[in-house]
């Protein structure tokens, strides 16, 4: 069973509809400690403030939760950055799965825009997560906030500095780019992700 952690701060339908596109059928959108502990896969997407998503979590009793599970646990957006240690964002202390910190963009161009919205390029691609998945793929990004280049990262993009895409560490993944919006290889990613 694929599990959708319901926290009131997820993309969940654009999520939904991506496992649907899938063929998935079956998929729980639950706040139920036992569900998310026992789901083969669990998903954990974001949308809007960090700190928000994490009082949301912690309201619910889920930060400790989601650090319990032993399963393949996949972050998207928001969902990610909660996974790091801190955010700029609301000066968030995260749950700190990924050995980074989150910081908001200050471009010295004032060309770059913020938020980085739209296809971006992905490469230094170093994880099962982007089989059949091209170098310099490109994926789709809304966010104003970007996770730093660490051990963790397992791909990155550049957009006014390199951050990182992409995060892994032991059974967790995270991804700042929203694969569920991302066409085909996006899809990919998510398949990918499933097959693990």
Known sequence: MIAIV???????LSVINALRRLGVTEWD????????????????????DASVAL?????????????S???PVLGICVGMQILCRHSEEGDADCLGVFDTDVRRFRPDDPDLKVPHMG??????LSSGLFDGIKEGAYMYYVHS?????????????LHGRRFSAALRHDNFYGTQFHPEKSGSDGARLLKNFLEL
């Open 69 to 71: 599970i032993r399963k």
């Open 145 to 157: 906030y970007y996770a730093e280049i660490c051990p963790d990262t397992i791909a990155s993009t």
């Open 119 to 124: 296809w971006n390029q992905i490469e230094g």
């Open 55 to 67: 009082n949301g979590l912690r309201s619910l009793g889920l930060d400790s939760v989601i650090l």
């Open 6 to 12: 319901k926290y009131d701060a997820g993309n969940v």
């Open 29 to 48: 959108l639950t706040a139920d400690p036992s569900r998310l502990t026992s789901a083969d896969k669990v998903l954990l997407p974001g949308v809007g």
